[in-house]
Structures are given as structure tokens and as C-alpha cells.
Nanobody, 122 residues
């Protein structure tokens, strides 16, 4: 079982910055895709950014150019640097790990963190 813990959320004014962290309890031998999602009240949980084992990054159009995802060398922690925050970024941010395993590295299990709140005021 993989456990995730997000941190770094808080309240900032528009134009401010926050850096979110997601600590993963176990690093799989087969690797994993780590990503960030966010969900505002009454809205669907939406993809924000992701990074694969090779460091390939993906971003939602709404955050491209403002957010940067990264991970440490051990790949036990994933970060989301959020710059030039806007009120529309206000949401609960969740870390997600798509962990691959099994003998063939074809098995997949998804794990979610508890979430960290980001509030951006104008």
C-alpha cells in the first residue's frame, strides 16, 4: 500500500506563489506517474500537472506557464511550484500516484493523497 501526504497549501493574494509537496511512502521498482489534481466545491476533480519517470511533464492549459511540476532524485517527493496565482486556482489540491508493479510492471494501482487547500484572494 502506498501512502501520500500533501503539504504546502495556504492562502495568498492574486499574483502570489505557493509550493506544494507530496511525499510518497514507497517508491516502486517499476516506477510511477505522479500528478496533481484539483477540485473546487461543486466541480469535478481536474488534472493540473503530471510527471513521468523520465521527467516528461504535462500541464493543463489553465496553468501552463504559471505552474511547474518536479520531483526529487529518489522520486519519493513530487512538487508543484505555483506562481502568479489567480482566484480561479482556488481549490483543494490532490496528489495522485499511478504506481506500476508486478513481475512485468504492467499492474497499476492509483493512490490519492488527502489534499491540501489553496485559496487565492483578489
Amino acid at each position: 500500500q502506498v501512502h501520500l501526504r500533501e503539504s504546502g497549501g495556504g492562502s495568498v493574494q492574486a499574483g502570489g506563489s505557493l509550493r506544494l509537496s507530496c511525499a510518497v511512502s514507497r517508491v516502486t521498482r517499476c516506477g510511477a506517474y505522479m500528478s496533481w489534481y484539483r477540485q473546487a466545491p461543486g466541480e469535478e476533480r481536474a488534472f493540473v500537472s503530471g510527471i513521468d519517470t523520465d521527467g516528461r511533464r504535462a500541464y493543463a492549459d489553465s496553468v501552463k506557464g504559471r505552474f511547474t511540476i518536479s520531483q526529487d532524485n529518489a522520486k519519493s517527493t513530487v512538487y508543484l511550484q505555483m506562481d502568479n496565482l489567480e482566484p480561479e486556482d482556488t481549490a483543494m489540491y490532490f496528489c495522485k500516484v499511478e504506481a506500476y508493479g508486478g513481475i512485468r510492471c504492467t499492474a497499476q494501482n492509483d493512490y490519492w493523497g488527502q489534499g491540501t487547500q489553496v485559496t487565492v484572494s483578489s
